[in-house]
């Protein structure tokens, strides 16, 4: 049963014939209606700091909720951003090795090629040599048979100055 201030002012006690002091009881009841009156203050205004306490509470539970939901989702972005980044990567890797295959492998066709060009212009200079020097015979040949007929033709020209005289 709940009693307030009022209802102990308002109380009236009844009276007897070896009852209770008068006066007494009256101070005693305003001093309970006091202390209840008091404790009435003292427990809304407790009721009240506790309801503010509450409230903020909740703000602070709403706002630690936002920011775990912030957290991860910002963990969760910053993991994608690494996969995201390590794919980029791994595409990056295979692409540069795609195209180190290919520059080797053109490389090597190119060196074929060279060393194909430079057998054949080898082969060319040899065969060019050896013509030159078959040109070189057959024309040092020739002269030397020039030479011999020359001579030859010196020798009867003398003989025949010989007999012309």
């Known amino acids: ?58 703000e602070h539970m709403a706002n630690e909720n936002i920011l775990k939901e912030t957290i991860t989702s910002a963990q969760r972005m910053v993991e994608d951003l690494k996969n995201n980044a390590k794919k980029e990567a791994e595409l990056i890797v295979a692409e540069a090795r795609l195209q180190g295959d290919e520059i080797v492998r053109q490389a090597h066709s190119r060196a074929t090629q060279v060393q194909e060009e430079i057998h054949r212009l080898k082969k060319q200079r040899i065969e060019l040599e050896t013509k030159i020097k078959a040109l070189i015979d057959y024309h040092s040949t020739t002269l030397l048979m020039e030479e011999d007929d020359a001579r030859r033709a010196d020798e009867e020209s003398e003989k025949l100055k010989f007999f012309s005289k």
């Open 1 to 58: 049963m709940k009693i307030t201030a009022l209802e102990i002012r308002s109380h009236q006690i009844k009276k007897s014939i070896r009852g209770y002091d008068v006066r007494e009881t009256d101070s005693i009841l305003e001093m309970a209606a006091d202390a209840i009156e008091e404790a009435t203050r003292e427990t809304n205004r407790l009721e009240d700091k506790l309801r503010e306490a509450s409230e903020r509470l909740a």
